[in-house]
């Protein structure tokens, strides 16, 4: 999930470790429930601490895979060589967001599907729920799974990049800006979103999308593959891939999105398929030149989390 400085909305789809698999609605009954019986509010504490608990008994292991993987990467392939990741600037502000970015993400998805299909659908009761968005619903559904995972990649992906450009300008900037404020790119970094753009990003894209009816058991093989994608293509990595940059969004045309607006930093909106911005005339990988220098130069944003979360209403 930032523009017309330069940026995207998701600039890349948001880390979401931890997001919902194909027991999405069962795993989320009890939350579920609390919100449709008012009686059992007293104890919704008790059980955001075991959704919390839950989030966290995923994301702690990825999070050691991930930085073990990209400490090897990062040590033979660096874009910009110099310090290793864990000695970036703001490494506490981004390990913050990267812990709870999937706790408010899940929530808030919950949320929103739940207040989706009592507007569109007129379903209120969790058993009916939880049978609407298990295995999908309507015609979508009936497609082969890999089928709807690629379906499902695609679509998020081509409304993420206009959201992505939305997000770059005129009133979006403000938040999306959180996103473009680190100044040593790492992994780490991807998960540096601003709640708002997080909200009008890929949460809403992935309601959007499973309330059409495609099957959240998808996100067995999606969920890992947006979080490793998103964790790569932050990495300090020279990696272009080649012929294959038209194909997979790389480290090295992300880090071009994430320069100033004189070395490119309006282009590259894409999240995962490089294809949206030669079609719309955003696509930038400089020959022989690798991406050097980020952050947002119009602006002077805070380096802790709460003054970034403040940081946009202050405006
Ligand atoms: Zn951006
Ligand atoms: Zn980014």
């Given at each position: 999930?930032?523009?017309?400085?330069?940026?995207?909305?998701?600039?890349?789809?948001?880390?979401?470790?931890?997001?919902?698999?194909?027991?999405?609605?069962?795993?989320?009954?009890?939350?579920?429930?609390?919100?449709?019986?008012?009686?059992?509010?007293?104890?919704?504490?008790?059980?955001?601490?075991?959704?919390?608990?839950?989030?966290?008994?995923?994301?702690?292991?990825?999070?050691?895979?991930?930085?073990?993987?990209?400490?090897?990467?990062?040590?033979?392939?660096?874009?910009?060589?110099?310090?290793?990741?864990?000695?970036?600037?703001?490494?506490?502000?981004?390990?913050?967001?990267?812990?709870?970015v999937p706790v408010f993400?899940?929530?808030?998805?919950?949320?929103?599907?739940?207040?989706?299909?009592?507007?569109?659908?007129?379903?209120?009761?969790?058993?009916?729920?939880?049978?609407?968005?298990?295995?999908?619903?309507?015609?979508?559904?009936?497609?082969?799974?890999?089928?709807?995972?690629?379906?499902?990649?695609?679509?998020?992906?081509?409304?993420?990049?206009?959201?992505?450009?939305?997000?770059?300008?005129?009133?979006?900037?403000?938040?999306?800006?959180?996103?473009?404020?680190?100044?040593?790119?790492?992994?780490?970094?991807?998960?540096?979103?601003?709640?708002?753009?997080?909200?009008?990003?890929?949460?809403?894209?992935?309601?959007?999308?499973?309330?059409?009816?495609?099957?959240?058991?998808?996100?067995?093989?999606?969920?890992?593959?947006?979080?490793?994608?998103?964790?790569?293509?932050?990495?300090?990595?020279?990696?272009?891939?080649?012929?294959?940059?038209?194909?997979?969004?790389?480290?090295?045309?992300?880090?071009?999105?994430?320069?100033?607006?004189?070395?490119?930093?309006?282009?590259?909106?894409?999240?995962?398929?490089?294809?949206?911005?030669?079609?719309?005339?955003?696509?930038?990988?400089?020959?022989?030149?690798?991406?050097?220098?980020?952050?947002?130069?119009?602006?002077?944003?805070?380096?802790?989390?709460?003054?970034?979360?403040?940081?946009p209403f202050r405006q």
């Amino acid at each position: 999930m930032q523009a017309d400085r330069g940026g995207r909305s998701s600039c890349t789809r948001a880390v979401s470790v931890g997001s919902f698999d194909s027991r999405l609605l069962k795993r989320e009954q009890i939350p579920l429930s609390l919100r449709l019986n008012e009686a059992a509010m007293s104890t919704l504490p008790m059980e955001v601490i075991q959704v919390i608990g839950q989030t966290m008994a995923k994301i702690v292991p990825v999070t050691i895979a991930l930085g073990l993987f990209f400490t090897v990467l990062s040590h033979f392939w660096a874009c910009n060589p110099g310090k290793p990741w864990w000695r970036k600037r703001e490494l506490i502000t981004d390990i913050c967001y990267w812990f709870f970015v999937p706790v408010f993400a899940r929530i808030f998805r919950i949320g929103l599907l739940v207040l989706g299909a009592a507007v569109l659908f007129n379903i209120h009761e969790p058993d009916e729920l939880i049978a609407f968005y298990d295995n999908g619903h309507g015609p979508l559904s009936e497609l082969p799974l890999w089928v709807q995972a690629i379906l499902f990649l695609v679509a998020s992906d081509f409304m993420l990049y206009w959201l992505h450009r939305m997000f770059h300008g005129g009133g979006f900037w403000k938040y999306h800006a959180i996103h473009h404020s680190s100044e040593d790119l790492e992994w780490i970094s991807a998960a540096r979103f601003h709640p708002v753009n997080l909200f009008i990003g890929t949460i809403l894209v992935d309601v959007i999308l499973l309330i059409a009816g495609i099957s959240p058991n998808i996100m067995l093989w999606v969920g890992p593959f947006t979080t490793f994608h998103s964790a790569f293509v932050h990495a300090n990595l020279n990696w272009t891939l080649g012929p294959f940059k038209y194909a997979l969004a790389t480290p090295v045309f992300h880090r071009w999105h994430h320069t100033s607006l004189e070395e490119g930093g309006n282009t590259n909106f894409a999240g995962t398929f490089p294809l949206w911005d030669i079609l719309f005339g955003t696509f930038r990988m400089p020959e022989n030149r690798l991406p050097d220098g980020y952050g947002v130069d119009d602006q002077v944003i805070p380096t802790e989390i709460g003054g970034q979360l403040a940081y946009p209403f202050r405006q």
